[in-house]
């Protein structure tokens, strides 16, 4: 009955094929390779089914299917047997009404998304439960695989030896040095990974595992987003989404950009809701960037004309990227989304991120960036007052404990903390307490 299939498929020659357990990461042409699905197999069941199955499966402990990813396993990586699933329990994050921010930016069905409360804080688990379930998989077929490896802004690095070390798959993780934050550095160590710390930036550690894992008889597997494996499991955010407003469509989602992996998942997922019949009609997507390190916010000025640049110290240091490997398919999706690409400065993020905070929130830089791209357009009225909007915050704000500190020291680079608050340091008296409460309140 239903017999659901995907392989890779190079994208531009669909006739490619390659097995998911296929040690291969480019096309033919160099290109990069997407996974496609049996799209007639998944059309077995009707749009209302399918909605069904997920409700039914939703955060429950029916292994795998509670997962927020594998509840849709048909949908993101059907050929994984079961008992090879890597999964802690990820996606099926808190969407919340952000009522007061809302109100105080000018958009009062403002929801966010919080997929830094996941088990390594950052929405990147979506995606490594999917590639090392895979690797799994392809270990127990006897594939000769002796480590996962991936260049990292931090967060992937801290995803892969997670799930490495939860299957028993050894990891190799290559930071750029000093750019990533401590609760970054110290989730690979912790795990138990290989950390190699480089004298370079995420473009130059991206370059080096490109040609350590490009030789595939030395066993050592591609971990980064350029292998699609990984866009299957972040595809799942959009689709989440939708499902937690209870099958609605919202008008915006904001998302922040580096890679642009994550921007080509969204659009990927919701594309397949619609394929598929759940959803009639597609959200706008905007993508937030960091000013620091804006190539596709340049393209987008430019007609989408795209190059590559020189990123730039940012605060938001997980889209420190300045020559995005999914640049191509990004520009594709947002095209297809009717898409926005907006900037933050580093004041302006951190500013963001700050009020935010002072509604409740706990915001990361890039969710900062996200939230500074919503003000600026509420502001000029490219979204209405009455709009759905639903913005992405990418990771949890307590991996990003430096960035809140300098902000409220006002030590941040580039930034006049217009909203800092720093705690007032008092003799033992109550009389000085008195005093300091009565200017306070
Ligand atoms: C990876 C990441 C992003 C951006 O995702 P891309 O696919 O690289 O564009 C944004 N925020 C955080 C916290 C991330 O870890």
């Known amino acids: 009955m239903h017999t659901y299939n995907a ?13 998911l357990t296929d040690v291969v990461y480019y096309s033919q042409s160099g290109g990069l390779l997407e996974v496609r699905h049996d799209l007639d197999a998944l059309r077995d069941r009707s749009a209302e089914e399918w909605k069904r199955l997920f409700e039914q499966r939703w955060m429950r402990t029916n292994w795998p299917y509670g997962s927020g990813v594998w509840g849709k396993k048909e949908w993101v ?4 047997a079961d008992e090879n699933v890597v999964s802690m329990f990820e996606g099926g994050t808190n969407l919340f009404w952000a009522e007061r921010f809302g109100r105080e930016v000018g958009v ?9 409360n996941s088990h390594t804080g950052s929405f990147k688990d979506l995606g490594m439960t999917v590639l090392v379930s895979v690797v799994k998989q392809m270990i127990s077929d006897g594939k000769p695989i002796r480590a996962v490896a991936c260049a990292s802004t931090g967060d992937t690095s801290a995803a892969l030896a997670a799930y490495g ?13 000093g750019k990533v934050s401590t ?14 710390s480089l004298d370079t ?8 595992v490109r040609e350590v894992t490009a030789d595939p008889n030395n066993g050592i597997y591609l971990a980064n987003s350029l292998n699609s494996l990984r866009v299957e499991g972040q595809k799942t955010v959009g689709i989440e989404i939708v499902q937690q407003l209870d099958w609605t469509v919202p008008d915006w989602i904001i998302i922040p950009g580096g890679n642009l992996g994550n921007t080509f998942a969204l659009g990927k997922g919701l594309l397949l809701m619609h394929e598929l019949g759940l959803i009639n009609r597609l959200p706008r997507i905007v993508c937030a960037q960091a000013q620091n390190a ?18 730039h110290t940012t605060a938001a240091s997980a889209i420190q990227i300045g020559d995005p490997v999914s640049v191509r398919r990004a520009i594709t999706m947002l095209q297809h989304f009717n898409g926005i690409v907006e900037q933050a400065s580093e004041q302006e993020l951190a500013d963001a991120a700050a009020r935010a905070d002072r509604t409740g929130a706990y915001a990361c830089p890039h969710t900062g960036v996200a939230l500074a791209a919503l003000i600026k ?18 990771a949890h704000g307590l991996k990003f404990s430096r960035f809140k500190v300098d902000y409220h020291e006002s030590q941040l680079a580039e930034v006049v903390s217009h909203h800092a608050n720093p705690p007032l340091e008092l003799p033992a008296d109550v009389d000085a307490v008195r005093r300091a409460l009565h200017l306070a309140l």
């Not at 110290?186 to 138990?192: F, K, N």
Request: include cysteine; charged fraction near 20%.
């Open 7 to 19: 392989w890779f498929a190079a994208q531009d020659d669909p006739a490619e094929r390659y097995p």
């Open 165 to 177: 070390a939860a299957a028993g798959i050894p990891t190799i993780v290559f930071l750029p040095k």
């Open 77 to 80: 990586c059907p050929t994984v």
């Open 201 to 208: 930036d995420f473009d130059g550690c991206m370059r080096i």
């Open 294 to 311: 804006n190539p596709l916010y340049r393209a987008f000025c430019n007609n989408w004309d795209y190059a590559p640049i020189q990123a």
């Open 183 to 196: 609760a970054q550095l110290v989730q690979p160590i912790a795990h138990g990974a290989t950390v190699l």
């Open 108 to 116: 009062e069905d403002l929801w966010l998304k919080l997929c830094g």
């Open 377 to 394: 357009l509420a502001k000029r009225g490219t979204i209405a007052k009455n709009d759905r909007v639903v913005v992405i915050s990418t």
